[in-house]
């Protein structure tokens, strides 16, 4: 069954430019390097206003568990960990199954 796989980012202190667009090569290489989610997105809070901290968001789709949790000991990902302790990042991540119970809305419209 496929699940979502959300993640918030944290940071002591703002990215600089060269940091964040770091952050973003390593995730947009995913696809194609590890290559096991259907969906992957990342984005920066428009305003910033309501985030607690959190400014970054990674939005990943997977068509199982076990799936995700090959991604999840990928080397790719492992470095992606590694980039975000050394930056002393507190991520928040959240995983839940995509079915008749969470999917409110089908992409193509309502249900």
């Known amino acids: 069954m496929a699940l979502q796989h959300i993640v918030l980012f944290s940071f002591p202190r703002e990215l600089s430019a060269a940091e964040a667009a ?19 997105r990342l984005g920066t809070d428009l305003t ?13 789709e997977f068509p199982d568990v ?12 492992i470095r992606f960990m590694d980039w975000l302790t050394e ?13 008749e119970h969470t999917v ?4 193509s419209g309502p249900k």
């Open 87 to 99: 930056r002393d990042c507190t991520p928040l991540a959240f995983d839940y199954l995509l079915d």
């Open 66 to 77: 076990d799936t995700m949790n090959a991604y999840r000991a990928h080397p790719a990902h």
């Open 22 to 40: 770091e952050m973003r090569d390593m995730v947009a290489s995913w696809p194609a390097e590890i290559g096991l989610m259907t969906k992957c």
């Open 104 to 107: 409110l809305m089908t992409e």
């Open 48 to 60: 910033g206003a309501r985030t607690r901290g959190y400014s970054q968001l990674l939005y990943t």
